[in-house]
């Protein structure tokens, strides 16, 4: 079973979290509406960009380390 640290810093429950606050940001400060929508479409559009060059990031040292393995003689 996963920690509750672990569930809680998903990027699947962050997405969640940001969308509710955001829908009550508008409920409450509706004059404030189309700035509000401006700025998530911007913050959703860097997050892409980062977790993209993160994840291929993540996946060229999964297979360099794979790759070492095989090259280190160990057959």
Same mark, same amino acid.
């Given at each position: 079973?996963?920690?509750?640290l672990? @569930?809680?810093?998903?990027? !699947? ?12 940001? +508008? ?5 404030? /509406? ?6 998530a479409? @911007? ?14 990031? !993540?996946? /060229?040292?999964? +297979?360099?380390? /794979?790759?070492?393995s ?6």
């Amino acid at each position: 079973m996963r920690s509750f640290l672990q @569930r809680i810093s998903s990027r !699947k429950f962050l997405t969640a979290v940001a969308v509710q606050a955001a829908s009550v940001a +508008v409920i409450f400060w509706p004059q404030y /509406e189309s700035a509000m929508t401006a700025a998530a479409v @911007r913050i959703a559009a860097l997050l892409t960009l980062l977790l993209a060059a993160l994840g291929y990031g !993540k996946i /060229e040292a999964g +297979v360099d380390v /794979e790759r070492t393995s095989d090259t280190d003689g160990s057959n």
